[in-house]
């Protein structure tokens, strides 16, 4: 089984929808990240959250939320979705006590029509 | 703010040659640095990592990155390439402040096609 697990893999949204992305991970690392990942951008921070009550924002922020619902589960809302973010969407976690070598998810294909 | 410059987007190269692909930062304090692979369809995986010791540090499948902190670089290398290593191809960087490290920042990718 995977360490760290996204759901959906593929999803195709309508603007103006709610869509949440889930992640949770079997690492036992207290630190979860959600990225996106687009064409010539790479990859950009979009939440941050170092443990379950600590939740920081990232480089693009703008248009999402985030819950970290338990240490393992770190989810990603788009409240209203819109077309340009459609995007691949990865969530990763690190842990503090060893460094900050990430474990990346399989991503979540995102389109939002 | 730190921030990851990949000089090269797409590079293209045939079977046996010789890969560098350039990475600089800029960030004042001490820094971790990662390259990371992303091969057509999959996620991403970590290719190699410096944290401190020696700069020349080796990855997987034949990869290495030398760090030159006068420089503020971290460039891949491999000696001879493999039609298997046409992938997306990401140098990141991590800082460290109040005692943990913060979110890995991306450079924009280096797309490496290799040629049979």
């Known amino acids: 089984d995977a360490d760290v697990t996204q759901t959906p893999r593929n999803r195709i949204t309508k603007t103006g929808k709610r869509i949440m992305l889930e992640c949770s991970q079997t690492k036992g690392h207290d630190r979860m990240y959600w990225y996106r990942q687009d064409p010539g951008l790479g990859l950009r921070l979009i939440y941050y959250s170092f443990d379950v009550k600590d939740i920081n924002k990232g480089e693009i922020s703008d248009g999402y939320s985030v819950s970290r619902q338990a240490q393992a589960k770190f989810s990603l809302s788009l409240e209203s979705a819109i077309p340009n973010q459609t995007a691949l969407y990865f969530c990763?976690?690190?842990?503090?006590?060893?460094?900050?070598?990430?474990?990346f998810g399989q991503g979540t294909r995102l389109t939002v029509v | 703010a730190q921030s990851v410059s990949q000089h090269n987007h797409h590079v293209i190269l045939s079977e046996a040659a010789s890969l560098e692909l350039g990475c600089n930062y800029s960030?004042?304090?001490?820094?971790?640095l990662f390259w990371y692979v992303q091969y057509p369809g999959q996620h991403l995986q970590l290719l190699l990592k410096?944290?401190?010791?020696?700069?020349l540090v080796k990855g997987i499948k034949g990869f290495e990155a030398e760090f030159i902190k006068s420089k503020f670089s971290f460039n891949l290398r491999k000696p001879s390439v493999q039609w298997s290593d046409t992938a997306e191809y990401f140098c990141?960087?991590?800082?460290?402040?109040?005692?943990?490290?913060?979110?890995?920042?991306f450079g924009k990718g280096t797309h490496l096609i290799i040629q049979p």
């Open positions: 960030y004042g304090g001490t820094v971790n």
């Open positions: 410096y944290f401190s010791g020696d700069p």
């Open positions: 990141a960087v991590s800082s460290y402040s109040g005692g943990g490290a913060d979110g890995l920042t």
């Open positions: 990763a976690t690190s842990d503090s006590l060893t460094g900050s070598r990430a474990f």
